[in-house]
């Protein structure tokens, strides 16, 4: 596609469920990032994927979000045991290269109720 | 650890007024510093960026200088159009660990007709 795909662009899900995000990088872009956005607030990074493995995943809140991207393509952020304030817009990036301009998708508006 | 701060809004003015958006920055090494937009409805996009002191980025009529005694990223812009109307991100990243970038909590610009 010509940009970065984030699907579903809005979802709701109740306290305690599983969810996950997916994310359709550029093509051709090894770099991959996840950010979250809180309301009033600048992304804040969660992770970074190089190829297929996860060279920085130090800005994950907790051991109840992880994210995959077996081919180094698609990637999928998944939270598990959903709480209130995991309610916010995840947003997805990728680059050529990790010292080249990230594109971001348009976020999925993740609300917990 | 790295930070930015950038003035809070939101901000409102009339078409062809100057615009002048104060980014500031703590950072322990030399970062790379960013302009980010966000237009409603859209995604994140890179408006400009400085990769050292004394750079000015530009684009679209907006400019910013990258001052190292100042710790500071200043947007401004000599005549707005309603179409700039968005928010806008000051960011940075560092080059010791340039794969993540930390953004400002944004401010809103409304350009009236």
């Known amino acids: 596609g010509a940009g970065v795909s984030q699907t579903p662009s809005n979802k709701v899900t109740e306290k305690g469920k599983y969810v996950e995000l997916r994310c359709d990088p550029i093509?051709?872009?090894?770099?991959l990032y996840w950010y979250r956005q809180s309301l009033g607030q600048g992304p804040e990074f969660l992770i970074y994927?190089?190829?297929?493995?996860?060279?920085?995943d130090s800005g994950l809140p907790n051991d109840r979000f992880f994210a995959v991207r077996p081919e180094g393509s698609v990637s999928t952020l998944k939270i598990q045991r959903t709480e209130r304030g995991d309610s916010a817009v995840y947003l997805c990036?990728?680059?050529?290269?990790?010292?080249?301009?990230?594109?971001f998708g348009q976020g999925t508006r993740l609300t917990v109720v | 650890g790295d930070s930015v701060t950038q003035m809070e809004g939101p901000v409102t003015l009339s078409e062809e007024a100057f615009l002048t958006i104060n980014c500031t920055y703590t950072?322990?090494?030399?970062?790379?510093l960013f302009w980010y937009v966000q237009y409603p409805g859209e995604g994140l996009q890179l408006l400009l960026k400085?990769?050292?002191?004394?750079d000015k980025g530009s684009n679209k009529g907006f400019e910013a200088t990258y001052r190292k005694e100042t710790t500071s990223f200043h947007l401004e812009k000599g005549s707005v159009q309603v179409s700039d109307s968005a928010v806008y991100f000051c960011?940075?990243?560092?080059?010791?660990?340039?794969?993540?970038?930390?953004f400002g909590p944004g401010t809103s610009l409304s350009v009236i007709p």
């Open positions: 994927f190089q190829g297929t493995g996860a060279a920085d």
């Open positions: 990036a990728s680059s050529l290269r990790v010292d080249t301009e990230a594109f």
């Open positions: 400085a990769t050292k002191a004394d």
């Open positions: 960011a940075l990243s560092d080059w010791t660990s340039y794969d993540k970038v930390i």
């Open positions: 950072a322990t090494g030399y970062p790379s």
């Open positions: 093509s051709g872009h090894t770099a």
